[in-house]
Each structure stands twice: as structure tokens, then as C-alpha cells.
Nanobody, 117 residues
Framework: QVQLVESGGGLVQAGGSLRLSCAAS????????LGWFRQAPGKEREFVAA????????NYADFVKGRFTISTDNAKNTVYLQMNSLKAEDTAVYYC??????????WGQGTQVTVSS
């Protein structure tokens, strides 16, 4: 069983930066793909970014390209989302997930990001 715990959310002004962390525990994630999603009030959960545990095959949603960077630190069992040039529309609860090659999916509890304009 994989446990994921997000942290790093908070309140920031538009144009500012935050770095989200997602600490994983429970088993090795070498065969997993890690992702960040977000859900704003009244909206569906949407994809933000994803990366293989090895650090390869990085993908971003178009609306974060050039502003957000996803990365992993295998020694710390952690995946990060560096968010720069934040906009009010980035306000949401951000979730990380881990998907195994067999399709097993695990989610964290989420961390709130609020961007004031």
C-alpha cells in the first residue's frame, strides 16, 4: 500500500511562487508514475503534470507550461511541483497521485493553494 502526503500549499499573491511536496511511503515507487492534479471549487479535478519515478517522461497541462516544474527526489521518496508566476486561476486543492504499471492508483489528501489577485 502506498501512502502519499502533500504539503507546501498556502496563500500567495499573484506572480508569486510555491513549491508543493508529496512524500511517499509504504513501498518502492520505482515502477510508478507520479502526477499532480488540482480541483477548484465547482470544477472537475484536472491534470497538472506527471513524471516517472526515474525522472523521465514529463508531461504538463498546457496551462502550466513554462510556469510549473515537476521533479522527483528518489532519496527522499518525494515528488515536487515548483509553481512560479502564479495566477488567481491557479487557486485549487492540489493532489498528488501514484499510478503503478498495473493501473493501481493512490491519492494524497490534497493541499490548498490560494492565489490572491
Amino acid at each position: 500500500q502506498v501512502q502519499l502526503v502533500e504539503s507546501g500549499g498556502g496563500l500567495v499573491q499573484a506572480g508569486g511562487s510555491l513549491r508543493l511536496s508529496c512524500a511517499a511511503s509504504g513501498r518502492t515507487l520505482s515502477s510508478y508514475r507520479l502526477g499532480w492534479f488540482r480541483q477548484a471549487p465547482g470544477k472537475e479535478r484536472e491534470f497538472v503534470a506527471a513524471i516517472n519515478w526515474s525522472g523521465g517522461s514529463i508531461n504538463y497541462a498546457d496551462f502550466v507550461k513554462g510556469r510549473f516544474t515537476i521533479s522527483t527526489d528518489n532519496a527522499k521518496n518525494t515528488v515536487y511541483l515548483q509553481m512560479n508566476s502564479l495566477k488567481a486561476e491557479d487557486t485549487a486543492v492540489y493532489y498528488c497521485n501514484a499510478r503503478s504499471v498495473l493501473g493501481t492508483l493512490h491519492w494524497g489528501q490534497g493541499t490548498q493553494v490560494t492565489v490572491s489577485s
